[in-house]
């Protein structure tokens, strides 16, 4: 374990609920006086929300906390045990990834008096907790201390912020923005200054910054860039360009400074790079990296050029390498990449692909409106705004194109076959395939943690691998085809425990043979 101590925390009173709340398997962190150090409290099914384009409670066509908070019901239908936010700070663009103010909250979020921190409170009386994206590797050129270090600098003057960030009286390489002798250092455009993690300041400053927001009762962070901390230009490819060893001294100062108040705090960072690069960030002592191959992994499974559980196993061996605790974080679609029911209108594939990134090793994340085939609509020329649609909860809401700048009719019809209303009465929609995946995932907790054993399934589309956990061992099957198939198990089975499949029908066993339905996952003991 990374560390083993025992620290006094008190939690806040929890709101009276009338709902009947069922508390997760790994246990009710809320209802807890005393905090200890327990891995096992890290591990949850997470729902990532754009607040801008989740739920308007106020009709401004804008998403809130309170549109979040009146929708804590649908998301504990769901299932889901954990939100991860968009940026909540102040800032000047529409996405929030140039922040202004990392002590504060965009105003348009806290509508008619309600504020962040009485979301997380609400939240946490259905046992959902909430993570924030955390803007670590620049800020705003608005804000005001780069205001400060930019006007100094050019003046020539002494200011406290000037080495905050990266200038440079010359234009080069590495400090292309800028005029009149103050360029600076800008790795992902003009208006987004990256700040100079060589300079101790800076770094106790984040530190503080995440303390403030673990005060509030978030449950962690989403690392936004965590591999840009320091960034390696010599190589004159500033994306792929590295220096680990000092990015990973930063982030372990992190983690180490925060985890010393707040023991079970979790932080999942992206590392949006390749595979081999990403395993080694695990080294940080970052608890979770988002894992980019996986979506790729789960679709050449189900047309079998690709083996699920061989990607698993071999990732999962990977992680562990760099850090004991290592925790996987899968993910189908997000903010920056293709929604997949845009491209794909097979249901029974979308299911698929659901169940085999929720019931993946470790955590795994569902971005806002997969659960209901949320698509991405708009002109190709805008590129990831139409990644970020509005949820269709009405036409209402979904009418103010403008704000989302897609250049697209958006209408509940457009954006989603089958609003959230209507696939909640459906039991063969989407939602509830997700629904039944997440209870799985709940109820099993050795898929969750355990240690993956990859299983010869004989079959190019049918996935096959245990995960074992504490001295239990369950198997998961996933047939990708749209046929029933024979499974002759070369290891001795057990009981079939749970399973789900897209026409409902069950898994059959005789001995250690198993007939496994079309389009279906399975869970089996073994004894």
């Not at 939240?123 to 705003?140: E, G, R």
């Amino acid at each position: 374990m990374k560390y083993k101590f025992l620290f006094a925390t008190l939690f806040a009173s929890l709101l009276v609920t009338s709902c009947d709340i069922v508390s997760p398997s790994q246990g009710n962190t809320s209802s807890q006086t005393i905090e200890e150090y327990d891995h096992e409290l890290k591990y949850r099914t997470y729902y990532q929300i754009l607040v801008y384009s989740f739920a308007d409670s106020n009709g401004d066509g804008i998403g809130d906390f309170k549109g979040i908070a009146d929708k804590a019901p649908y998301l504990k239908e769901l299932g889901v045990e954990g939100l991860y936010l968009s940026p909540i700070h102040p800032a000047n663009a529409y996405h929030g990834y140039d922040v202004t103010d990392y002590y504060g909250v965009r105003s348009i979020y806290e509508v008619d008096g309600y504020t962040f921190e009485q979301l997380v409170e609400d939240m946490k009386a259905f046992d959902i907790v909430i993570l924030i994206d955390l803007v670590v590797n620049h800020s705003s050129v608005n804000h005001l201390w780069f205001y400060e270090a930019q006007d100094a600098y050019s003046r020539d003057e002494e200011n406290k912020y000037i080495t905050w960030y990266n200038f440079s009286k010359t234009q080069d390489t590495k400090h292309p923005w800028g005029s009149t002798s103050r360029y600076y250092e800008g790795i992902f455009s003009s208006s987004m200054p990256d700040f100079n993690f060589d300079n101790p300041e800076v770094r106790e400053e984040f530190i503080k910054i995440g303390k403030f927001w673990m005060e509030k009762g978030i449950a962690g962070f989403r690392l936004d860039a965590a591999m840009h901390i320091f960034t390696d230009y010599s190589g004159g490819d500033k994306w792929n360009g590295d220096i680990l060893s000092k990015n990973a001294e930063f982030w372990t100062e992190f983690q180490s400074a925060i985890a010393e108040d707040y023991p079970n705090f979790y932080m999942v960072g992206e590392v949006w790079t390749a595979q081999p690069k990403l395993e080694s960030y695990y080294s940080t002592n970052i608890d979770s990296l988002f894992n980019f191959d996986h979506v790729t992994r789960a679709q050449g499974q189900l047309f079998g050029t690709a083996s699920l559980a061989v990607g698993f196993d071999t990732h999962q061996r990977n992680i562990r390498l760099r850090q004991e605790d290592a925790i996987e974080a899968n993910f189908l679609s997000n903010h920056d990449k293709p929604r997949l029911s845009t491209s794909l209108s097979n249901q029974s594939i979308l299911k698929m692909l659901g169940t085999m990134t929720i019931l993946a090793p470790g955590n795994s994340f569902i971005y806002y409106g997969e659960e209901v085939g949320l698509r991405a609509v708009g002109s190709s020329s805008i590129a990831d705004r139409v990644y970020r649609t509005p949820m269709p909860w009405s036409d209402a809401y979904l009418t103010d194109s403008a704000r989302y700048g897609n250049g697209a009719n958006l209408t509940s019809t457009t954006v989603s076959s089958l609003s959230p209303q209507a696939q909640l009465a459906d039991p063969t929609s989407l939602f509830i395939y997700y629904q039944q995946a997440i209870r799985m995932k709940r109820e099993h907790f050795e898929l969750r943690a355990g240690t993956v054993g990859v299983v010869n399934s004989f079959s190019p589309v049918v996935s096959v691998h245990t995960m074992t956990y504490e001295g239990v061992t369950k198997m998961v099957i996933h047939n990708g085809s749209s046929s029933s198939y024979t499974f002759n198990s070369p290891i001795n089975i057990g009981d079939i425990i749970d399973g789900i499949s897209v026409s409902w029908a069950t898994a059959t066993r005789n001995g250690n043979t198993l007939n496994v339905p079309p389009y279906s996952s399975t869970i089996v003991a073994i004894p």
